[in-house]
C-alpha cells in the first residue's frame, strides 16, 4: 500500500515529538505537505527550522482543512480538550491519530467524539521515544528511530487503508510498530516508563535535599549518578498528566517497588543479595539487545 493516501499532515503541537515527526517526515519522506498548529513562537521556531511548510496559531479550522493526518502531540489534557474541536472540524477520510503516553483515557474519549458511522478515524499510538529536554529546539528527525511506536486499535482499525499508509509512514522513519491494547499499554508503560521517572525523582530530591555547605555528597557523584539520574530532568509540566491519568497503575508499582527496597534493606548483610544483582544484570542485558 502506497503512503500516497498521506499527502497533507497537520501536527497540533510542534514540540519534541510533533517538532520531530514533522522533521522525520522531511528526512525520510517526499512530497508531503506539513502544516503545524501551536503557540505563536513555537510554530515560527518550527518554521525557522523547516520542519513544516505552514503555520497556525489561533483557528484550527484553516489547520485541519484538507489533512490527510491529524497528529496531535500536545499534553494529555489539552489533547482530551481538544479532541471534540478535532472530529467536529476535521475533514471526511481524515485519519486522526495522538502520541500521548497514556493512552485508556484518551481512546475512552475518542469512542465518544469519533463516531462509528463517521468517515473520520481515530489511532492511538505513543512512541517509545523521547528526551528530559522538551521543545522545538530538542526536536530531532531521527528521535523515532529504532524505537517501539505503540499503536492502539481493533482489527479493522488495523487493515485500514489510512491506517496501514501510516504505518508504512512509521516504518520509514525508523520507528517499530507494536499493536496492543490501551490497559495492556498503560500498565506496561506504567511499569516500564514512569516508575523509573518517579523513582529518578525521588532518588534526585532525596540527594538535594542532603546537600551540604561543600556540595558533597554530589562533589563525589560520577558519570554514573548522571546516567542513573537523566530522567530527572524531565519537568514536572511534562508528567503531570501522565501521573494523573496513569494514578492506579503507578500506585500499585510504588507499593510493590516500595518492598523490593524493603526487601533490599533486609537482605544488607546477607549474599542473597546476588541474586538481585543477577536479575538486574540479565535485565540490563536484555535491554542493550532490543
Same mark, same amino acid.
Given at each position: 500500500?502506497?503512503?500516497? @493516501? *498521506? ?5 497540533? /503541537?510542534? /514540540? %519534541? ?6 522533521l522525520?517526515?522531511?528526512? &525520510? ?29 489561533t483557528? @484550527?479550522?484553516p489547520?485541519?482543512?484538507?489533512a490527510?493526518?491529524? &497528529? ?9 480538550? @481538544? @479532541? ?6 476535521a ?13 485508556l483515557?484518551?481512546i ?13 478515524? !481515530? ?11 522538551s ?8 528521535? !523515532? ?20 499508509a501510516?504505518?508504512? *509512514?512509521?516504518e520509514?522513519?525508523?520507528?517499530? #510498530?507494536?499493536?496492543l491494547g490501551?490497559?495492556?499499554?498503560? +500498565?506496561?508503560?506504567?511499569?516500564a516508563?514512569?516508575? #523509573? ?7 534526585a530530591?532525596?540527594?538535594?535535599d ?5 556540595? %558533597? #555528597?554530589?562533589?563525589l557523584?560520577? #558519570?554514573?549518578? $548522571?546516567d542513573?539520574?537523566? %530522567?530527572? /530532568?524531565?519537568? +514536572?509540566?511534562?508528567? $503531570?498528566?501522565i ?48
Amino acid at each position: 500500500m502506497s503512503t500516497h @493516501l *498521506i499527502n497533507r499532515v497537520t501536527i497540533l /503541537g510542534t /514540540g %519534541l515529538i510533533g517538532g520531530s515527526f514533522a522533521l522525520a517526515l522531511r528526512k &525520510y519522506t517526499t512530497g508531503i505537505h506539513i502544516t503545524g498548529w501551536d503557540r505563536s513562537d513555537v510554530v515560527a521556531d518550527a518554521q525557522s527550522r523547516g520542519a513544516i511548510d505552514a503555520a497556525f496559531s489561533t483557528e @484550527l479550522t484553516p489547520a485541519l482543512q484538507n489533512a490527510d493526518l491529524v &497528529y496531535i502531540a500536545l499534553p494529555i489534557g489539552a489533547t482530551l480538550d @481538544l @479532541l471534540p474541536e478535532v472530529a467536529r472540524l476535521a475533514a471526511p477520510n481524515t485519519l486522526v491519530t495522538d502520541a500521548c503516553s497514556t493512552k485508556l483515557r484518551i481512546i475512552e474519549s475518542a469512542v465518544d467524539h469519533f463516531v462509528d458511522d463517521a468517515t473520520q478515524l !481515530f489511532l492511538g499510538g505513543h512512541p517509545m521515544a523521547g528526551r528530559e529536554l522538551s521543545g522545538i529546539a530538542h526536536a530531532d528527525a531521527d528521535l !523515532f528511530r529504532n524505537n517501539t511506536y505503540a499503536l492502539i486499535g481493533a482489527s479493522a482499525e488495523q487493515h485500514d487503508l489510512r491506517v496501514t499508509a501510516f504505518v508504512k *509512514i512509521l516504518e520509514k522513519i525508523g520507528a517499530r #510498530p507494536l499493536w496492543l491494547g490501551a490497559q495492556q499499554h498503560d +500498565y506496561a508503560v506504567g511499569l516500564a516508563s514512569h516508575l #523509573p521517572q518517579l523513582a529518578a525523582v525521588a532518588l534526585a530530591s532525596f540527594l538535594y535535599d542532603h546537600l551540604d555547605e561543600n556540595g %558533597l #555528597p554530589i562533589t563525589l557523584a560520577g #558519570p554514573g549518578l $548522571r546516567d542513573s539520574l537523566r %530522567l530527572a /530532568g524531565s519537568p +514536572y509540566s511534562t508528567w $503531570r498528566d501522565i501521573v494523573l491519568t496513569n494514578k492506579e497503575v503507578l500506585s500499585a508499582a510504588l507499593d510493590l517497588f516500595a518492598r523490593r527496597l524493603d526487601d533490599l534493606r533486609e537482605r544488607l548483610a546477607s549474599r542473597d543479595l546476588e541474586a538481585d544483582f543477577d536479575a538486574a544484570n540479565e535485565l540490563y542485558k536484555l535491554l542493550r539487545s532490543l
